[in-house]
């Protein structure tokens, strides 16, 4: 909720025009849901070198800190190579949050009451690079 009054003020102080605004929010939103499509591209590790392909957001969202840690653009992937967060190195864990890898706490129900709860660590000392605990 408080990104939109900030957006609006960096709209305001920077002089966009509506138009200029709506080209780049579409960008953006047509970016984040590429990013985040369950695709296989033959030619993806060519195309991250310019945008944020699924292979390579998809490394954002593993079980493992260093993974999480990386590969945070949206859009164009010169951002995570600009600030040493690029990583094209795909570790053999699954996906998600260790701390709330129990698929009964993340069903609809438990994903919707999750803002509301209580948050815990998402790593531990247990969750390595070289994977999960059993």
């Known amino acids: 909720m ?3 009054p900030l957006r609006l003020a960096q709209v305001r102080l920077l002089g ?6 709506e080209v780049w929010e579409g960008f953006f939103f047509a970016s984040v ?7 296989a591209l033959p ?3 060519a195309l991250a070198g310019l945008v944020t392909t699924p292979v390579m957001h998809d490394i954002h ?3 493992d800190a260093t993974a999480t840690d990386s590969n945070f653009s949206a859009g164009l992937s010169l951002w995570d190579r600009l600030h040493g967060t690029f990583s094209d190195v795909r570790p053999s864990v699954p996906m998600g949050v260790p701390a709330y890898r129990d698929a009964s706490e993340i069903d609809l129900a438990g994903s919707l009451a999750l803002p509301f ?7 531990t000392a247990d969750d390595s690079a070289s994977g999960l605990p059993a």
């Not at 966009?16 to 605004?21: E, G, H, Q």
Request: no cysteine; hydrophobic share 55%.
């Open 2 to 4: 408080t990104s939109v």
């Open 61 to 63: 969202h593993r079980a």
């Open 33 to 39: 849901l590429f990013h985040h499509a369950d695709l």
């Open 16 to 21: 966009v025009s509506p138009r200029a605004l």
């Open 117 to 123: 709860a209580v948050q815990r660590a998402a790593f």
């Open 43 to 45: 030619f993806d590790a």
